[in-house]
C-alpha cells in the first residue's frame, strides 16, 4: 500500500509504504485507511508474494510499515 499525507501547513506530500497480508486489494486499503486521518490517501500497489509475507512474519490481516 502507498499512503500519500498530504502536510495540512502545506509543501509536498509525504509517501510511506505499507505491507498488507490480505490478497484482496479494496480489503488491505480499508485495513490501512482505518487508521489513516483524513489528509492522508491510501492506494492499493501491488500483491505481496507470499514468500514476502512469510519473510516479514505476517498472518492474515496483518500490516507492517515498510
Not at 27 to 43: G, H, R
Request: proline residues 9%; aromatic residues 6%.
Amino acid at each position: 500500500m502507498l499512503v500519500t499525507t498530504h502536510p495540512l501547513g502545506g509543501g509536498p506530500p509525504v509517501r510511506s509504504v505499507y505491507f498488507v497480508a490480505e490478497q484482496d486489494p479494496e480489503k488491505a486499503t480499508a485495513i490501512i485507511a482505518a487508521m489513516m486521518a483524513p489528509n492522508e490517501q491510501v492506494e492499493a500497489w501491488g500483491r505481496l508474494p507470499e514468500a514476502a509475507v512469510k519473510a516479514l512474519g505476517l498472518k492474515h490481516g496483518d500490516y507492517t510499515h515498510g
